[in-house]
């Protein structure tokens, strides 16, 4: 598992959860000494249902689809299937960031 932190763009999205068309926050993901920059846009489908992109800047991969999400006033997670990837994170008390743990395959311990 690696600990990533997604930043207080994030805000701008949580503060208006309900009436949400599209943001994107921005935070990193440190993998050893690694750290990837990543960049997570989230809006809303016709439907209401939230949808939602991740690029991994210094990859130079973009707009990578995220297979399922759920956003709660306290909780953020998201899967990649493509990664076989799970974010799980939790907001702090002001909603400005969100940490969390992201795992791919068996979580490493």
């Not at 939230?50 to 973009?62: F, I, Y």
Request: with cysteine.
């Amino acid at each position: 598992m690696q600990r990533i932190m997604i930043g207080a763009v994030l805000l701008v999205c949580l503060a208006h959860r309900q009436s949400l068309r599209m943001s994107s926050a921005t935070g990193t993901l440190k993998v050893g000494s690694v750290e990837l920059r990543l960049v997570l846009h989230i809006g809303r489908e016709s439907s209401g249902a939230l949808k939602a992109t991740l690029d991994s800047l210094d990859q130079g991969m973009n707009g990578i689809p995220v297979t399922s999400m759920s956003l709660s006033p306290s909780k953020l997670e998201f899967t990649v299937e493509s990664f076989n990837g799970l974010y799980e994170g939790r907001l702090n008390p002001a909603a400005t960031t969100v940490s969390g743990t992201w795992s791919r395959g068996q979580p490493i311990p």
